[in-house]
Structure formats: C-alpha cells, structure tokens
C-alpha cells in the first residue's frame, strides 16, 4: 500500500511540475513575441499633412418631380356623356371645352323658369303702380317683389347647372388617358382624366435641420434624373416655414424649365444643393475615416506612433469628407491600412502630395 501512494505521489508531482513548466514557457514565449514586436519594422504607409482649403459645400440629396399644375378632371353634374373632345395624351388650352353632358332637362327646366320670372315681373311692375296709387299696401308690395328676385335667382342657378355641363380645361397642359365613352352616365365620383401642366415641374426635397439656416429662396440647384447623365437647374422659390418634427428635416421647393418635355412627374431627382462656402475648412479622404459604435475616427503620427483621434464630420462628396473638429492643420494623417492598425503602432508614414 505504501508502494501505491508513493506511486501517486510522484505521479502528482510530475504533472503539476509538468504544467508548471508550460505555463512559464507560453510566458516567455509571449514576452519574446512582444519584445519582438516593439523592436520590429515599422509599418509603411501613405499619409496626407492636414491644411486648410476652401470647399464648396454642396449638399446632396434626394428629390421628387412633380408637375407645376396638376388636376383631376371631373363632372359637377350627372348626366349621359355626349361628345369627348380632346385626345389622349394631347396637349389642351386653358378654356377648352374636353366633354359635354347633356342638358335637355335643365334646359327645359329654364324655359320653365324664365315663364315664371316674365309672369312675376309682370306682377311686380304693376304692383309698383298699384302702390304708387296707394290701391295697395307696402307688404303687398314687397311680396311681389320677392318673388321676383326668387323667379330670377331659380334661372340664375339652372343657368349655372347648364354652363357646368361643359367641362373645359382649368389651364393649359397636356391631358392623360381617358376612362369615360360617349353615351357613359357620368357622376362627380367618375374621374375622367389627368391633366397636367408639364412646361414648368417643381423638385421637391427635404434638407436635415442642421442646414436648415443655410438655404436661400432664389438659390440656383443643379440635378440629374435615372437614365440620363444630363444635369439640369431648378431655382428654390419656396421653403417650409417649420421643421418636420417625425424627420428632423426642412423641406424645400425648386421650380426648373421642362420646355422640351424630356423631364417627367413622378421620377427621382438626385440634388446638389449649394451651401455657404467654407475658407477654412479641413477636408480629407474617405478612405481615412474608421467608422466606430460612437462616431468616427482617424490615426495620425506622432514621432512615427500611430494615434488615434476622435473626428465630427458634416458635408460627404464622393472622395472627401468635411471635418468640423477633432483634427488640426500641420497634423499628419494617414490615409491608407487604417482599418489594420492600432494605437501606438509604430509606422513610417510617406507625405502624399494632393
């Protein structure tokens, strides 16, 4: 028995000797690694020194085209369709008649009415004689009278009713498809067709509130529409007199000429909206920003050590960002391998002429 726990004994001793040996060897090893490390080469990189530029700070956004004028053609009145005219997707003048309803009723209806009105004038005048002669009292009178002002103003509203069964163009524009035929009983409910005014087409945009102090009525925009590299100008006539509370954002609106037709309501707008211009602005590129959980950061050195800072930016153009603080000029930024490195990494950064 004594053999066995002698036995166990050095077996135990053997293995906690045995782990005791790996632990310091994985620690050297991972003392020899880093002293290795901070004696290694440092790394090569591209880096940019920070000065001030003017920038031209143009926002860009996303946009809606709209018609200047648009309508939904309908009847006041209900009756049978008998005559369209206009065509399809023609253009129409302000004043053309597009359909009639018919009006045989209201037209008798008026014939009846004027027999009324010229039998109540009548009365009236010689009522007025009567009372001239005072064969007749005042409020005798003034019942004729009364009734004749209610003769003409029952011709007055069926003259109305008949004018309204002309439909006409409220402007000038051009008119869409047509969902009504000749001899179709029409009500107020029935749309007809759409007729827009496409010669002018307003872009409608919403700018974040942050910039809402640097938009300006009669400020030129530029845009372009999908499928063609052409880029066309609007000019801001109007803007909202409060921030939308659900968005954060002002909206905006632009008026721009369509006078060959090629531009349509409906579609998108990619907008370049002119801002005021920054001389003193710090300007860097994109690739050397590192977006983190809490806002942005870039590496610059110091001495050949790489340190991080922490960065606000506002305006993004393709290649560049706009920095509001967190970098200065005569800082050294690097612009390349940022998304590798580490604080106090050692680098060897090579000046970029930009």
């Known amino acids: 028995m004594k053999i066995k726990y002698i036995v166990y004994t050095l077996l135990t001793i053997g293995i906690v000797g045995f782990i005791g040996y790996r632990i310091n060897s994985n620690s050297n090893k991972a ?24 920038f031209d700070n143009n926002l860009s956004l996303s946009g809606s085209i709209e018609a200047n ?8 009145v209900s009756g049978i369709v008998e005559g369209i005219y206009f065509q399809e997707g023609a253009n129409v003048t302000k004043g053309q008649v597009l359909f009639k309803v018919n009006d045989i009723e209201l037209k008798a209806q008026l014939r009846q009415t004027a027999t009324r009105e010229g039998l109540a004038s009548e009365n009236e005048r010689r009522a007025k004689l ?3 002669k005072e064969a007749i009292s005042q409020e ?14 029952q011709s007055q509203l069926i003259q109305a009713q008949i004018s309204k069964t002309a439909v006409r163009a409220p ?50 925009i530029s845009f372009k529409v999908a499928g063609s590299d052409k880029q066309y100008s609007a000019k801001i006539y109007a803007i909202d007199p409060e921030i939308a509370v659900a ?59 790489a340190k991080e800072l922490m960065i606000e930016t506002a305006t993004r153009t393709e290649t560049s960002v ?33």
Not at 69 to 76: F, G
Not at 140 to 153: F, G, I, N, T, V
Not at 325 to 339: A, F, H, R
Request: a positive charge; glycine letters at 8%; hydrophobic letters at 40%.
């Open 140 to 153: 005798e009178y003034d019942l004729a009278r009364a009734d004749l002002k209610s003769s003409q103003a």
């Open 130 to 132: 009567l009372l001239q």
């Open 322 to 354: 706009l920095v509001l603080s967190g970098l200065k000029e005569g800082d050294t930024l690097i612009t390349n391998g940022v998304m590798s490195l580490k604080n106090d990494d050692k680098v060897k950064v090579t000046i970029k002429k930009i």
């Open 247 to 305: 968005t954060r954002t002002l909206q905006v609106r632009a008026i721009a000429e369509n006078k060959d037709g090629k531009l349509l309501p409906g579609t998108f707008a990619d907008v370049e909206l002119p801002l005021d211009i920054i001389k003193d602005a710090i300007v860097i590129p994109t690739e050397a920003i590192i977006p983190i959980q809490n806002g942005k950061k870039v590496f610059i050195t110091d001495n050949g050590i």
């Open 69 to 76: 004028e648009q309508v939904e053609i309908r009847s006041e």
């Open 171 to 220: 402007f000038s524009g051009k008119i869409g498809l047509r969902s009504i035929s000749p001899g179709t009983y029409i009500t107020p409910m029935i749309l007809v067709a759409k007729l827009v005014n496409i010669g002018k087409l307003k872009i409608t945009f919403s700018i974040p509130e942050k910039y809402a102090n640097q938009v300006r009525t009669n400020t030129i």
């Open 31 to 54: 003392n020899d690694s880093k002293d290795q490390k901070g004696k290694g080469k440092p790394t090569a990189l591209s880096g940019m020194v920070v000065k001030f530029e003017t």
